[in-house]
């Protein structure tokens, strides 16, 4: 493999690619031959590491190594919520729901409209807080104001 920083960076990118069409198995094995070749340590896009690292917790099983890498994205890149997405699957994957919404909220704080961020978002049943904060969710108030909110929506 090529080890100059661009080239890494456009075989990075290129096994992202795959992965974000669903072809894991080429895409990490692009992703692995990216990583070996970077004994250097070329400054790589945020979005090589967060697939990495979501890409070996979900398919090798390796949860808490692909937490370390999708943590390394957000330092690399905490403007991409693409990252923020694949930490809260890491977290998923961990049993952590708390910090995997925590890491979704991130994610729509930086584009509230992001497909991946709002797709996760229904998919682990994602509930909007109380409208009073100080009631609990079961109190009688927050439960009629919740269906008023969520009726105003619909229209």
Same mark, same amino acid.
């Given at each position: ?79 991409? /919520?693409?990252?923020?997405?694949? +930490?809260? @699957?890491?977290?998923? %994957?961990? #049993?952590?729901?708390? &910090?995997?919404?925590?890491? *979704? ?23 909007? /807080?109380?409208?009073?904060?100080? +009631?609990? @969710?079961?109190?009688? %108030?927050? #439960?009629?104001?919740? &269906?008023?909110?969520?009726? *105003?929506?619909?229209?």
């Amino acid at each position: 493999m090529s080890t100059t920083k661009t080239e890494l960076n456009q075989a990075a990118l290129k096994g992202v690619e795959a992965c974000k069409r669903g072809q894991w198995k080429q895409g990490l094995a692009v992703l692995g031959k990216v990583a070996e070749a970077d004994r250097q340590g070329a400054e790589l896009h945020g979005l090589f590491y967060s697939y990495l690292g979501y890409g070996i917790a979900r398919y090798e099983r390796r949860v808490k190594e692909g937490l370390a890498l999708c943590q390394h994205s957000i330092k690399v890149q905490f403007y991409e /919520p693409e990252n923020y997405v694949n +930490l809260a @699957r890491v977290y998923l %994957l961990a #049993r952590n729901r708390r &910090k995997a919404v925590d890491a *979704l909220t991130r994610a729509l704080k930086l584009n509230a409209t992001h497909p991946g961020a709002t797709a996760l978002a229904r998919e682990i049943g994602w509930r909007r /807080p109380p409208v009073i904060p100080f +009631l609990s @969710r079961d109190n009688f %108030l927050n #439960r009629l104001l919740g &269906k008023m909110r969520h009726q *105003l929506r619909q229209k």
